[in-house]
């Protein structure tokens, strides 16, 4: 799908955009030098770059008419993620692991997700953190790194990670919020750091604003994202919504993923967001994980969303 938000007029970042939307049927484009060029699926990754993988929304404990077996379809998800053939360097989860955050759901999820044997790196959904005691559990089993808050940062072959949480404090509409404290810390984890960085931020609930009247969309996300401006390749990387979306503005790629339990209308099909119950034969199209790469230089990194039928 090509975004009808899309504002850059640059035709090379359009063409790019559109290409990416492609990538479920097997190739990865990336952009360098103004130029898009592809590679199949499957190829090796350039010696002087590594890749990640994205999954996100796996809402282990959901079991209505939309998934009877949101753990079964994680676990076809970690089966792709298994069988690629170029080992990725870790993972990362972009939220909702649990549906409602209970001991044995998030235990379930860690076991599962356990077994893939990659380093995983995680940012909180609103379905993860209920209240306090949630929180503590959370933070317990997936926020190894991260400060009180949820949110922490770390370095990969030249690449600045940062994992925001804003489920934290929801606001009107269900819109997520980062806070004073935490885009206090974002200013002062990026100080320092040269443009040239590539960075890739992830958390839960998109930083733009998709459907504020459906809670997609973060309100102090301007903030965030005036923080980010002065880098020249930034990747945001969330989840929530349950479908694909991308988005250019300048240098910053957003980029939203499927989840791995059931799909979500788009935005003016429905009268709200909610579990969306489509043919069993169907299901696994609407499901899936994105590998992203990265290769040292000008442009944006190549995300490729695999659904789970592919």
């Avoid at 090796?44 to 590594?50: C, L, P, V, Y």
């Avoid at 934290?168 to 004073?180: E, P, S, V």
């Avoid at 809670?215 to 301007?222: F, H, I, P």
Wanted: glycine share 10%; net charge negative; aromatic share 8%.
């Amino acid at each position: 799908m090509t975004d009808n938000t899309e504002q850059n007029t640059n035709p090379n970042r359009r063409r790019v955009l559109e290409c990416m939307a492609w990538a479920g049927t097997g190739v990865v484009w990336t952009f360098a030098g103004g130029v898009p060029a592809s590679r199949l699926i499957g190829s090796a990754q350039a010696a002087t770059g590594f890749s990640f993988v994205q999954i996100s929304d796996s809402h282990v404990g959901f079991d209505k008419p939309a998934n009877p077996d949101s753990l079964g379809t994680l676990n076809e998800a970690l089966d792709k993620v298994a069988a690629l053939p170029v080992k990725p360097d870790f993972m990362i989860h972009t939220g909702d692991i649990t549906h409602l955050a209970l001991p044995q759901q998030f235990d379930d999820a860690a076991k599962a997700i356990g077994r893939v044997r990659l380093d995983v790196h995680y940012a909180p959904g609103e379905h993860d953190i209920l209240d306090a005691a949630t929180a503590k559990a959370y933070m317990e089993r997936f926020g190894k790194g991260a400060r009180d808050g949820g949110y922490y940062s770390f370095d990969h072959h030249g690449v600045h990670f940062i994992s925001l949480n804003n489920v934290m404090d929801l606001k009107k509409n269900g819109l997520g919020f980062l806070g004073a404290d935490q885009l206090a810390w974002l200013a002062d984890d990026l100080r320092g750091k040269t443009a040239s960085t590539p960075i890739v931020v992830f958390c839960h609930i998109p930083l733009w604003t998709i459907a504020p009247e459906w809670g997609w969309g973060t309100e102090d996300s301007a903030q965030a994202l005036a923080l980010l401006a002065p880098f020249g390749s930034v990747t945001v990387l969330n989840g929530h919504i349950h479908q694909v979306m991308q988005k250019v503005e300048g240098a910053v790629s957003f980029h939203t993923a499927r989840s791995t339990a059931f799909p979500q209308p788009a935005p003016g099909t429905a009268p709200a967001p909610g579990p969306m119950r489509v043919p069993p034969g169907q299901l696994r199209e609407l499901l899936g994980i994105a590998r992203v790469g990265y290769v040292p230089g000008p442009g944006a990194l190549a995300i490729t969303d695999t659904a789970l039928a592919k």
